[in-house]
């Protein structure tokens, strides 16, 4: 436990490009004057390795057939993933000001077909990983060399189907998927310790039939290093639990299950949100 | 129907390199020369239900037209949330074969039944409805299935059921086809799925031997349904009696008259013939539960004369 403690990532400082890409984060939360906080601010890190480092896409063309795909499963994070759509070209950022509007394309959680660069619609829980494995056994009949990532929340893998999944990830040693999850420890209730305990969270992945692995989902550079040797086995799928923190990079938030989702921002909470990113994007 | 089915899918896999099959947790040997011949293209994946419907999604996005089979009720509702979102939201070619569809499975008791399942998969949004009348019909419908974009829900029967189909009717996704033209003015109209035409063909003889004029309607595809064949025949008729193997909840008999009721003239007088909305609570064989439930010929017949004597009193 002490282990992974220090790996949560507390004390992780954020630098100017995590600080940006949250400042797009909190265009969204205002354009929308609701949202996802906590969840989206742990995804920060994850997915700007994942679209900085690691995926093959292009954003002129979304649909190219040789991408790799990423999912994001805990769809209700989404204004993360805007946030690097956004940055990457595939979204103007302007429909960050938008957000949850009636004339807008993002919505509370993503869509496919609305949303260049989403891959699935999400947002009731537990749908990526399935949707994720068939995706990489079409790669694999495909004889592509696409891989397949897919980002789940913690509270999200209490649902059974994420399981139903793992064991067919597993059974079919699919090593062109990686399953992330974003492990914050706080659910919409509360702790996941005590609403729905999921420790050893590892030890379940490695039991699926996934080469499992811990690392402090803020730290840019492990988190780069570890993607960089994927597979970690070339006859497994991988699970990378990413040790997170609710909220990251808002101090007034961080881990405080309250601000799994906020709406109606007062204006010196908005201050306090543009203080904590360096201003407005 | 269910073998020719599944047969089915391996006839188009060597044709369509898009195809897959899916099962869950079938018999063993199912589809083994498909197996061996393209054994990334046959998947049996256990009891994952939910995991099962994901995946085909994952694969529908990729290009590929999976073909899931598992038992009807469990191919519903246990993943219906993963059928409303990975495939209709996504509006993808995915194709669910329901072993079961009905009271088929009587001897297993009411949690192997699919007696609703037609209406919460019309309630979906994008989703196509089949309930196909026999073996026959159903290379037909497998051979359309390959140019229809969106998922569908392949209801099938027990097995050895008659055939009443005929390949001069033609057959199209969302077109009912005639099974029996009226021999008279003003006919009583029967309209049925699946299996229950079979008996409302033979319910339509034993009309006919009390000189009641009727006319048979097929309607192998719930949803979308062919309006303009139902309106036709509807307009003339003296009743409209629906007759499926289905709760009368939802079904082919609630798709009519959400149709009927839209009109701009008042339809005519019309009954919905189906399985009473209770949880089945005797076994025995599916013939069994038709007859409990008032389906076989003879009963249909009567219950046509019975309501078309009401009418004339009113």
């Not at chain 1, 994070?77 to 690097?84: H, I, K, P, R």
Request: proline content about 5%; aromatic content about 6%.
């Amino acid at each position: 436990m002490s282990k992974i403690l220090g790996m949560v990532g507390a004390t992780t400082v954020l630098d100017e490009r995590s600080r940006y890409l949250r400042s797009l984060v909190v265009r969204g939360l205002v354009g929308g004057n609701r949202g996802h906080v906590g969840s989206s601010m742990s995804l920060i890190e994850i997915l700007r390795v994942l679209y900085d480092h690691v995926l093959q896409y292009d954003a002129a063309s979304p649909d190219w057939p040789a991408r790799d795909r990423c999912i994001l499963s805990k769809g209700h994070g989404c204004l993360a993933l805007y946030a690097l759509l956004a940055d990457k070209g595939f979204i103007k950022a302007e429909e960050l000001d938008k957000f949850c509007h009636v004339d807008g394309i993002l919505g509370g959680h993503p869509e496919r077909g609305k949303v260049p660069g989403v891959e699935a619609s999400t947002g009731a829980l537990g749908h990526g990983l399935s949707i994720g494995v068939g995706m990489a056994l079409a790669a694999r009949m495909q004889k592509r060399d696409s891989r397949v990532f897919v980002v789940m929340g913690d509270g999200e893998i209490n649902e059974g189907s994420v399981w139903e999944a793992a064991l067919c990830a597993g059974k079919h040693k699919l090593s062109n998927l990686t399953a992330v999850v974003d492990y914050n420890k706080i659910q919409s209730a509360g702790l996941t310790s005590e609403i729905q305990n999921l420790e050893p969270l590892l030890d379940k992945w490695t039991s699926f039939g996934f080469q499992s692995v811990d690392v402090n989902g803020h730290d840019v550079a492990a988190l780069t290093e570890l993607f960089d040797r994927l597979p970690l086995n070339g006859d497994k799928p991988t699970a990378i639990i990413c040790h997170t923190i609710k909220g990251k990079g808002i101090a007034f938030a961080e881990g405080d299950p309250k601000w799994h989702h906020q709406s109606n921002f007062k204006p010196q909470v908005l201050d306090d949100l543009y203080a904590s990113v360096g201003g407005r994007a | 129907m269910r073998k020719t089915c599944v047969d089915m899918v391996y006839t188009l896999a060597q044709k369509d390199e898009r195809v897959v099959f899916i099962g869950s947790d079938l018999s063993p040997g199912l589809l083994r020369e498909m197996k061996t011949a393209m054994p990334d293209r046959h998947y049996m994946e256990g009891v994952t239900e939910q995991n099962v419907i994901g995946m085909a999604a994952g694969m529908a996005m990729d290009g590929y037209t999976p073909f899931v089979n598992t038992i009807a009720t469990f191919i519903t509702r246990r993943c219906y949330e993963q059928v409303a979102l990975d495939l209709c939201l996504h509006d993808l070619p995915v194709r669910l074969i329901a072993n079961g569809g009905g009271v088929v499975y009587a001897p297993l008791g009411p949690t192997h039944l699919a007696v609703e399942d037609m209406a919460i998969m019309r309630a979906l949004p994008n989703m196509t409805v089949t309930a196909v009348a026999d073996a026959d019909e159903m290379i037909r419908l497998m051979e359309a299935s390959t140019a229809w974009p969106h998922p569908i829900y392949i209801r099938l029967g027990k097995g050895g059921d008659p055939i009443v189909s005929r390949a001069e009717n033609g057959f199209a996704i969302g077109k009912g086809i005639v099974m029996r033209e009226r021999n008279g003015r003003e006919p009583v109209l029967l309209i049925s799925c699946g299996v229950m035409t079979s008996r409302a063909l033979k319910a339509a003889d034993l009309l006919a031997e009390k000189g009641i004029v009727s006319e048979v309607i097929h309607i192998h595809t719930v949803k979308p349904l062919d309006d303009k064949l139902i309106l036709e025949h509807a307009r003339g008729a003296r009743c409209v009696f629906t007759i499926e193997e289905h709760t009368v909840i939802g079904g082919l008999g609630s798709a009519v008259v959400d149709l009927l009721v839209e009109q701009p003239v008042a339809p005519p007088p019309m009954r919905k013939l189906g399985l009473p909305d209770r949880f089945q609570r005797n076994y025995g064989s599916q013939d069994d539960l038709l007859e409990i439930a008032g389906l076989q010929p003879h009963q249909i017949a009567a219950h046509v004369e019975q309501e078309l004597f009401k009418l004339r009193v009113a």
